[in-house]
């Protein structure tokens, strides 16, 4: 998560995809590192890379739901939406009503076309999961 956020609290003049090709000049990257540079390569317009990236990551990770929510929208900013949506059905067969997942199902779905359908799911997430309790001392 910590390149995640190193990502996404990036502001607009600075070059992710930069700051991670000078670590890769000094050495090997490590998974999250990894993680970090697909993140940047995806906001960086470089898509079709990133996705290659988190495909290799979900090989050796299959249980972090964060790497099938980043590949199924690399997936579908590449201009794949079936492979998109095949990633988020995979990953909701996996992970039910995870919900994380299931509002970036929801938003691919309706970037396809089908309404509906993310209509259902949410439906089906937000009636069943228990949603979390306030924290008020």
Known sequence: MRERLR???????????????????????????????ALAQLRGGQAGVAANTLRELLVKYPQITALYSALGQALQTDHQAGAALADFERAMGLFPRNV????????????????RQAHALLL????????????SA
């Open 7 to 37: 990502v996404l609290v990036a502001t607009g003049e600075t070059d992710m995809t930069a700051y991670y090709a000078k670590l890769r000049d000094r050495r090997e990257l490590s998974d999250p590192e990894r993680y970090g540079e």
């Open 100 to 115: 994380p997942l299931a509002v970036r199902y929801a938003d691919t779905l309706m970037l396809n076309g089908k309404a």
């Open 124 to 135: 089906d997430v937000f009636n069943n999961t228990v949603p979390t309790p306030n924290r």
